[in-house]
């Protein structure tokens, strides 16, 4: 998927993806006699960059042992002489290896072609920028709403995201020439005559970012003061559809656990890595990560972000406290 402005989005934890990268170009300089290590980051994150191993076909699988019907259908030939036995059998065997090859090909583009679908898919409209207190996430907005009866999932579903993202529903990117006009007569300062000229030479959006000085004499915009004026508002037009961010008023660090893991459930549901284990969160931001995921996932749907052991706590304390209640509503009601 690529984003308004045509860069290629992937909806990934950008430092574990980067310790992926850094291990590729290494990769890309190093001798075949020597080995790679393979890419090192935080012990916390160890499991997350795994799973993306897995992701991007990068992890070291062994090599599968030859099955018994591949013995069966390797058996060698004896009942020629001993030449043409060897011959025929290694024939035989040459076939069999590029058979086994072409079916792993087969099965690999099977394979790229579903995880090529996986993030090719949605739309630019659909890729959000948060502004999670002062950290900047860029995510998709499919990844938070995967869970349905989720506070993320109301926040951003159809209805209110088209409030929310307006500026990032259509890039300026596909304006129509009737649109750019429309948008040069708003421009303070600028006399009418001038989006007549836009219209007449039919600019459109993508066109309109591209325009620089030259650009705009060619057009027939004479006065110098006039360019000055449209440079500088179509730099800040510019600036403006990439600003556009939702405030995210919590920790950048629990929220980016819960969205590493939110992400993994993606991967998981579209059966492209294993089942996620749960975030490792560091000791210090446990009660804090708790808190932020109970507020977006209140309820029951909190349990599929923490512990079992943490969530029978809690539900032990939840009975035991409508248990009080009920004993004191009780004894009220007796005097």
């Given at each position: 998927?690529q ?17 992926i990268?850094d ?16 890419p ?8 997350l ?15 599968p ?8 259908r ?13 011959a ?11 058979q ?11 394979d ?7 993030f ?9 920028r ?28 159809d ?8 500026n ?12 750019v006009?429309?948008w ?47 440079m500088?508002a ?6 403006s ?7 995210i ?22 059966e492209?890595?294993?089942?996620p ?10 009660e ?19 512990p079992?052991?943490?969530?029978a ?19 009220s009601?007796?005097?």
């Amino acid at each position: 998927m690529q984003d308004s402005s045509g860069r290629i989005f992937l909806d990934v934890n950008g430092d574990c993806f980067q310790a992926i990268v850094d291990y590729l170009n290494e990769l890309a300089i190093t001798s075949e006699d020597e080995r790679t290590k393979m890419p090192t980051i935080e012990d916390e994150y160890k499991y997350l960059l795994s799973q993306y191993m897995v992701l991007f076909g990068l992890s070291r699988l062994e090599q599968p042992a030859f099955t018994d019907e591949h013995s069966k259908r390797a058996y060698p030939v004896v009942r020629f002489s001993k030449d043409i036995n060897e011959a025929i059998n290694e024939k035989w065997e040459s076939l069999n290896t590029l058979q086994d090859e072409i079916s792993s090909l087969e099965k690999s583009f099977v394979d790229e072609h579903h995880f090529i679908d996986s993030f090719v898919s949605g739309e630019k409209k659909d890729i959000i920028r948060l502004n999670v207190s002062g950290t900047v996430i860029t995510t998709n907005r499919a990844t938070l709403t995967i869970v349905e009866d989720s506070v993320l999932a109301q926040q951003f579903d159809d209805t209110k995201w088209t409030v929310q993202g307006s500026n990032n529903m259509r890039g300026v990117k596909e304006w129509t020439a009737k649109e750019v006009s429309e948008w040069v007569k708003n421009v303070e300062g600028i006399k009418q005559k001038v989006s007549k000229l836009f219209k007449k030479n039919e600019i459109n959006g993508l066109e309109l970012l591209a325009l620089n000085e030259f650009g705009l004499e060619k057009m027939g915009v004479s006065r110098p003061g006039t360019i000055c004026l449209l440079m500088k508002a179509i730099k800040q037009l510019e600036k403006s559809t990439q600003d556009v961010s939702t405030l995210i008023e919590y920790s950048p660090y629990c929220f980016g656990k819960i969205l590493d893991y939110i992400l993994l459930k993606c991967f998981h549901s579209k059966e492209l890595i294993d089942e996620p284990r749960l975030p490792t969160v560091s000791n210090d931001q446990k009660e804090r990560y708790e808190k932020v995921v109970r507020y977006y996932f209140p309820g029951e749907s909190a349990e599929f972000l923490l512990p079992q052991k943490q969530n029978a706590c809690k539900r032990k304390r939840r009975d035991s406290s409508i248990s009080s209640s009920s004993s004191s509503s009780s004894s009220s009601s007796s005097w």
